[in-house]
DNA sequence: CTTCATGCAAAAGATTTGCAAGTTC
DNA sequence: GAACTTGCAAATCTTTTGCATGAAG
């Protein structure tokens, strides 16, 4: 569990973000695909958010950079971003569809407290050295993993202990 | 990695059964909500399930059980059954949303191939032990978790290897 | 220029909600 | 009996598709 490193800068010069574009213009090319100034657009966009997002939050993006994103447009660019691991599915707890930028941030999992919807997030070095290991033992190349702990939280537990049902069931974010 | 143990039964005499419904009806009452029919039999159509399934399914299995299950109340029940740790929110990849039990059995994580889709379930104390460390770090108690890995199984590196685009790129079960 | 991508709007699915009628406590 | 549930159908939301028009290589 160390601290997140954060390199990210506010324009569009961030050196992840052509990284990342490098890397998607590769897996187009590889399928005879173009990088569009759509498909690159949604990379900076999915790439400039923070933590999870609904998938509909990335086309008001776009639309508020002046392109005029179109859903549909969004909506087929997401298997590349996330074949390009790019992006991750990312679901907290019965939440709408939801995904997260999988690259150029260090892991981060998290922990979700079922009473009040608290989210955490954690990183924890030894369990991803374990994962590498199941997956090599199953002869599989890892690539991305999504790790989610569901529980109760000390507020909540404290609440229960003392009779009182918690409040919002669950809405994590 | 230890071997699974399988103690389901056909019936619905299965004690693990049973016991879910105990704590259901306990949760219910808490809220003043009642242990209708419909319930129980949604309760015992997700315990009856092995793996993830789509919502759809269970409305599909009341059918079969000839409750005359209605689709609006499988969707207001589920909320509740999460709630009181049978069932958990599940996705892998971008399907639409599905569910798996989380009660009564083994813990079991999915390592998921992104050529082929293949998953191969995993089970490994030492994560889990982890896991709770991680939790009781936060102050959390860990009540249960969602865990999946992502990568390429070796035969869809070879193809990679061999300079051949993977077939299905995303189609997790 | 040929092929692929985009937008729009329509189609398909998935989930939620209103309400009269049926159940549970 | 009063309060909570259910089913159905209609209303919403989300995601996918068809197709004519606009870019990319």
């Known amino acids: 569990m160390r601290l997140r490193r954060n390199t990210a800068r506010p324009g569009g010069t961030d050196p992840r ?8 213009a590769r897996l187009l090319a590889e399928k005879d695909l ?8 949604i990379v900076e966009a999915a790439l400039s958010r923070n933590g ?16 005029r994103g179109s859903k549909a447009t969004v909506y087929r660019a997401l298997p590349l971003l996330t074949e390009a691991g790019i992006l991750q599915p990312a679901v907290a707890q019965g939440d709408a569809r939801r995904y997260e930028a999988a690259f150029g941030r260090d892991h981060h999992d998290h922990l979700v407290c079922r009473g009040c919807g608290k989210v955490v ?21 890892l690539e991305a993993h999504q790790h989610q702990l569901f529980g109760r939280c000390e507020a909540c537990r404290a609440q229960a202990d003392a009779g009182v049902a918690p409040r919002r069931p669950l809405s994590a974010n």
């Open 17 to 24: 973000h052509a990284t990342a574009l490098e890397r998607f």
């Open 34 to 41: 173009r990088l569009t100034k759509a498909r690159a657009a």
């Open 52 to 67: 999870h997002f609904p998938i509909d939050d990335l086309v008001q993006d776009l639309r508020r950079r002046g392109i």
């Open 121 to 141: 997030e954690f990183e924890y070095e030894a369990i991803e050295i374990l994962q590498r290991e199941v997956a090599a033992r199953h002869g599989f190349t």
